[in-house]
């Protein structure tokens, strides 16, 4: 997750607090919120997974920890981009913070990883919505603002990209059926150019 410089302090506060809420136990029991990990080799991988993110330069925020047969605390990690740990996938409740000064900074180091499965961004501007869903944006194959990663939107087309591109479900032409296609153009400008590059002098 990468998080703004100037709203970091805030949205990590937050965080630790929601994590601080989290019902672990039975996934039978309705009211549960993280079950176990699916097996005891899942959380060898996300204790040297944390060990290695600490050898790594990183630190762990809260949770971490092992509870007793395959239940852990999920992780909430300060990280910085560039590390070579979070270009990997170890299916693991472990979330990394990253900081960023300028938009284009966090696009390019969210780009940077083999897998392109789902993305989204949280923001208030066109500018930095629209800039999230170019072809110079987000490299997955699913994208969102203002919504988390699930990808589960019906009619759209499910899939993703890179090392997690494997062909998409609902494909081109089912989403048809759910959704109206609309064109869309944005002036980036600062003018308001006229049709046919008419002009008037004001």
Not at 55 to 72: L, R
Not at 149 to 176: L, P, Q, Y
Request: charged share 20%; aromatic share 6%; hydrophobic share 40%.
């Amino acid at each position: 997750m990468f998080v703004q410089k100037g709203i970091a302090a805030k949205v990590t506060e937050k965080l630790i607090a929601a994590y601080g809420q989290l019902k672990i136990g039975n996934p039978m029991d309705p009211d549960t919120l993280v079950g176990p990990l699916i097996d005891e080799t899942a959380v060898a991988i996300f204790k040297d997974g944390l060990d290695r993110i600490r050898e790594a330069g990183a630190t762990v925020i809260c949770g971490g920890e092992k509870i007793n047969g395959c239940y852990v605390k999920p992780a909430l990690v300060s990280a910085v981009a560039g590390l070579k740990i979070l270009k990997e996938e170890m299916f693991v409740p472990i979330l990394y913070i990253v900081e960023f000064e300028h938009l284009q900074e966090a696009i390019l180091a969210h780009n940077n990883v083999p897998q392109g499965l789902s993305s989204s961004m949280f923001t208030s501007s066109v500018l930095s919505s629209e800039a999230f869903l170019s072809h110079a944006g987000s490299d997955c194959g699913m994208a969102n603002i203002n919504l988390g990663t699930s990808g589960a939107e019906i009619g759209g087309a499910f899939g993703g990209e890179k090392d997690t591109g494997g062909g998409r479900e609902s494909g081109s032409d089912s989403w048809k059926a759910y959704m109206r296609r609309q064109s869309v153009t944005i002036n980036w400008s600062g003018e308001l150019p006229l049709a046919q590059g008419i002009k008037f002098d004001l």
